[in-house]
């Protein structure tokens, strides 16, 4: 079966730093994978998704993620954090163990918070 | 706003009340799903809805009734909760069931059960 493991609950960052969100996946078979984000008191929001192709991935608002394979990962990054990314970023993988596959299965989120 | 709306947006009920939570999609998809996002826990699928019909129910009491009469409707019927039901209640929305198909997330329902 499918899951996901983001690493650190919270993570902190200055303004103008890089962020780099940690998400580790494991798949007995390739993944499709996600990162949402959930700004206060809003719904999640699709930032991008990988499902097979070009192995870095653009998303909205300056986000890209590299899917590494011998890695297993599909970390988050952005050169350059804003105030406005402070939210919770969630890695997600689809649950492909089924026929029915509608189902996504998601980390326990990252909360991100950026210094002035 | 991504074409889903949720209503209410705060409730707050006791243990032997019956309410509802309503969740419109103005997206055209097929595929709706409620979601519960308790802290410090991952998103907990509840229910998945594929053209009205109900194609998944991820073991949720009976406490939790959903409904969807249309497409763009689903509803989620609650009685006799407990207080560790009190989460955000979250609807989505995807075009079809594909494994690649994006999920568009309403604003959530915040639900306080005393």
């Known amino acids: 079966a499918q899951s996901v493991t983001q690493l650190g609950s919270h993570v902190s960052v200055s303004e103008g730093a890089l962020v780099l969100l940690r998400c580790n996946y494991s798949s007995s078979v390739p993944p499709y994978l996600f990162w949402y984000v959930q700004y206060p008191n809003q719904g999640l929001q699709l930032l991008l998704k990988y499902t097979t192709g070009a192995t870095l991935v653009k998303g909205i608002n300056g986000f890209e993620a590299e899917f590494k394979k011998s890695e297993t990962s599909f970390h988050l990054t952005k050169p350059s954090a804003h105030m406005s990314d402070a939210a919770e970023y969630f890695c997600a993988v689809s649950d492909l163990s089924r026929s029915s596959a509608s189902k996504i299965i998601f980390g326990s989120g990252t909360r991100l918070s950026i210094r002035p | 706003e991504t074409g889903v709306t949720q209503t209410p947006r705060h409730l707050v009920m006791g243990m032997t009340n019956k309410k509802s939570l309503k969740c419109e999609q103005h997206?055209?998809?097929?595929?709706m799903y409620w979601y519960k996002q308790s802290a410090k826990k991952p998103l907990e699928l509840m229910f998945v809805y594929s053209l009205e019909e109900r194609v998944e129910n991820n073991s949720v009491p009976s406490r939790f009734s959903p409904e969807c009469p249309n497409s763009s409707h689903l509803f989620l019927h609650l009685h006799t909760l407990q207080p560790e039901d009190s989460a955000l209640y979250l609807c989505?929305?995807?075009?079809?069931?594909?494994?690649?198909?994006?999920?568009?997330f309403g604003p959530g329902t915040r639900l306080t059960v005393l």
């Open positions: 997206l055209g998809h097929n595929a």
């Open positions: 989505a929305s995807s075009q079809d069931r594909g494994p690649t198909d994006t999920q568009y």
